[in-house]
T-cell receptor, first 113, second 119 residues
Framework: KNQVEQSPQSLIILEGKNCTLQCNYTVSPFSNLRWYKQDTGRGPVSLTIMTFSENTKSNGRYTATLDADTKQSSLHITASQLSDSASYICVVSLSGSARQLTFGSGTQLTVLP | GAVVSQHPSWVICKSGTSVKIECRSLDFQATTMFWYRQFPKQSLMLMATSNEGSKATYEQGVEKDKFLINHASLTLSTLTVTSAHPEDSSFYIC???????????????FGPGTRLLVL
């Protein structure tokens, strides 16, 4: 069964600190991996998208890494801000299918002042 | 970037009534849209794939007669929750599929969601 597991389930950090979120997947065949940020009561917003050939992708203070061999990805947030408080969802896309997204359960990040 | 809107953003209704939720792609055309449901502290669950001009494809366990989907144009898909009951209370999110770039990379843009509360 195709699965996407994220850790930790929740994380609390102080403003200005860095943090790293983890994503392990068993999805196969693999097309791409995406990280989304979902604010409470809002739809997900794309942060990064990586194909299997890419190892890293940055978007401002967000840097995603991908190891397709070990089927692991991480999202590193640098110099966190209060507005980073949200759920971060790892989504893996199957190849060759229109309805192909497998969602992780998300990591709830809380940034405290 | 591509923008997807949903209307209404929230709705409260009595049990037994029907509720229609609209999903629009504002600055692009989407032949395929997706409808998701999200319960508190859980991830998005795909309900159905909405295809312009044809019948929607429902995921296993989703009642097609209860969740009516219409994709009448390239910019609009609607989800109607018929005879809503309290257990239908949830956060409903749509997304639009976009294929772009020389490599034909596919991505999905999500709407802001619709909060449904059935009393």
């Amino acid at each position: 069964k195709n699965q996407v597991e994220q850790s930790p389930q929740s994380l609390i950090i102080l403003e200005g600190k860095n943090c790293t979120l983890q994503c392990n997947y068993t999805v196969s065949p693999f097309s791409n991996l995406r990280w989304y940020k979902q604010d409470t009561g809002r739809g997900p917003v794309s942060l990064t998208i990586m194909t299997f050939s890419e190892n890293t992708k940055s978007n401002g203070r967000y840097t995603a890494t991908l190891d397709a061999d070990t089927k692991q990805s991480s999202l590193h947030i640098t110099a966190s801000q209060l507005s980073d408080s949200a759920s971060y969802i790892c989504v893996v896309s199957l190849s060759g299918s229109a309805r192909q997204l497998t969602f992780g359960s998300g990591t709830q990040l809380t940034v405290l002042p | 970037g591509a923008v997807v809107s949903q209307h209404p953003s929230w709705v409260i209704c009595k049990s037994g009534t029907s509720v229609k939720i609209e999903c629009r792609s504002l600055d692009f055309q989407a032949t395929t849209m997706f409808w998701y449901r999200q319960f508190p502290k859980q991830s998005l669950m795909l309900m159905a794939t909405s295809n312009e001009g044809s019948k929607a494809t429902y995921e296993q366990g989703v009642e097609k007669d209860k969740f009516l989907i219409n994709h009448a144009s390239l910019t609009l898909s609607t989800l109607t929750v018929t005879s809503a009951h309290p257990e239908d209370s949830s956060f409903y999110i749509c997304s639009a599929r976009v294929i772009a770039g020389p490599s034909g990379q596919e991505t999905q843009y999500f709407g802001p969601g619709t909060r449904l509360l059935v009393l």
